[in-house]
């Protein structure tokens, strides 16, 4: 069956410095997904990403963050500068385009990053 | 703020009860619900989706809607030690995100 997969499993970084994470969408689908959860607390939604734009982006999602998607498979999340409170579980989620309020995001395995 | 609230739990229920797990959600402009199981350091494993008003059954799992009351609804029947996980209520509205709920531990003993 197919999967969302992430890389790394883990990332530890130093606060200030930049990260990339990385995930592979299942590979019909067309919508992408950054979601992240804070240790003990709510899956909180991040970004939207559709025909090589973002669709969507909450208050979280501000100017240290960017997404990309650089080529036909990959999708990615950098974080530019990482401060403390960016530690988290980040994940990624694709959905194929139902066109209907059905359409079900299926979400990869995360990616536990480590600011210190 | 749209909001999506569940008892943080734990339920515990013995193997083969039924398992009732409960979600409310702010917004009526929401037209879809997900129910996904979390376990422990893991991410969120699709169980099913609703959009009607009513029962929607699949296996052993069965979801309740009722737009009037801004309510949602998972029932586990027979219960395994399996299923101990955290429940997690997501809504979608006319846009792309999902709204989680903080997520209902379940607890199921042997």
């Known amino acids: 069956e197919p999967e969302v997969t992430q890389t790394p499993s883990h990332q530890v970084t130093q606060m200030g410095q930049e990260v990339i994470l990385r995930c592979v969408p299942i590979?019909?689908?067309?919508?992408f997904y950054w979601y992240r959860q804070i240790l003990g607390q709510k899956v909180e939604f991040l970004v939207s990403f559709y025909n090589n734009e973002i669709s969507e982006k909450s208050e979280i999602f501000d100017d240290q963050f960017s997404v990309e998607r650089p080529d036909g498979s990959n999708f990615t999340l950098k974080i530019r500068s990482t401060k403390l409170e960016d530690s988290a579980m980040y994940f990624c989620?694709?959905?194929?385009?139902?066109?209907?309020?059905?359409?079900?995001?299926?979400f990869g395995p995360g990616t536990r990053l480590l600011v210190l | 703020q749209k909001e999506v609230e569940q008892n943080s739990g734990p339920l515990s229920v013995p193997e083969g009860a039924i398992a009732s797990l409960n979600c409310t959600y702010s917004?009526?402009?929401?037209?879809?619900f997900f129910w996904y199981r979390q376990y422990s350091g893991k991410s969120p494993e699709l169980i099913m989706f609703i959009y009607s008003n009513g029962d929607k059954e699949d296996g052993r799992f069965t979801a309740q809607l009722n737009k009037a009351s801004q309510y949602v609804s998972l029932l586990i029947r027979d219960s395994q030690p399996s299923d101990s996980a955290t429940y997690l209520c997501?809504?979608?509205?006319?846009?792309?995100?999902?709204?989680f709920g903080s997520g209902t531990r379940l607890l199921v003993r042997p």
């Open positions: 590979s019909n689908h067309l919508y």
């Open positions: 917004d009526r402009g929401s037209q879809s």
């Open positions: 989620a694709s959905s194929a385009p139902a066109g209907g309020p059905w359409e079900t995001q299926y």
């Open positions: 997501a809504v979608k509205d006319s846009s792309y995100k999902l709204i």
